[in-house]
């Protein structure tokens, strides 16, 4: 499975944005996708994940709210959509695929495949 992650970019405060995650290589309905981000200086965190058969989600809850991700099975990509930014949603963001997990995950141990970041950066 390879995933390559798209969208980022610069943006005001409050502004939006849409991350898109293409994969390519065999997907199946018990895996997961899910996105991270990395800021300077910090460890890489979970921001939110879906799983690719049951379409269920899981957020963070520091983005609880404000971000939504979900899935276009025929297109093999799954999007984050980024409502009300803010400077510490700063980071680059990197989606990576769980395989045969069943529920979408938390943890970034859980994820086999990762992808090359994007870059957010939310000025203030």
């Known amino acids: 499975v390879q995933l390559q992650a798209s969208g980022g970019g610069l943006v005001q405060a409050g502004g939006s944005l849409r991350l898109s995650c293409a994969i390519s290589?065999?997907?199946?309905?018990?895996?997961?996708v899910g996105w991270f981000r990395q800021a300077p200086g910090k460890e890489r965190e979970f921001v939110a994940a879906i799983g690719w058969g049951s379409g269920s989600t899981i957020e963070a809850d520091a983005v609880k709210g404000r971000f939504a991700v979900s899935r276009d099975n025929a297109r093999n990509t799954i999007y984050l959509q980024m409502n009300s930014l803010k400077p510490e949603d700063t980071a680059v963001y990197y989606c990576a695929a769980d395989v045969n997990v069943g529920n979408p995950q938390v943890t970034t141990r859980s994820y086999e495949f990762w992808g090359r970041g994007t870059q957010v950066t939310v000025s203030s």
């Open positions: 290589g065999r997907i199946f309905s018990r895996d997961a």
